[in-house]
């Protein structure tokens, strides 16, 4: 059970740090200019999209049995990937 509490904590953390970065980017792109703040959004609703679907997988992990919950890991981990590279698309738009 230790292991996936903590596998859980990890990417409780994680999950946390993606909100911060997309509330970032919505900061940002308040700050932008008019055409730049539809590119922002269109790249905040993607993300977004991703995030919450890591946030699903990660509900499915807290409420898996012992036994269940290691064959939710490759899902998570696709979610995460997905939601890094929806970020590193993002960031690399606006640099």
Do not use: H, P
Request: aromatic share 8%; net charge negative; charged share 35%.
């Amino acid at each position: 059970m230790e292991k996936k509490e903590a596998y859980q904590e990890k990417m409780e953390a994680q999950l946390k740090e993606w909100n911060a970065k997309i509330e970032e980017l919505k900061a940002r792109a308040r700050q932008a200019a008019a055409e730049a703040k539809i590119q922002y959004q269109e790249q905040i609703e993607t993300l977004r999209t991703k995030y919450d679907v890591a946030q699903a997988k990660l509900r499915e992990l807290r409420t898996a049995g012992e036994g269940a919950w290691e064959d939710l890991t490759a899902g998570i981990e696709n979610a995460w990937n997905d939601l890094k590279n929806a970020w590193d698309t993002a960031v690399s738009k606006f640099k």
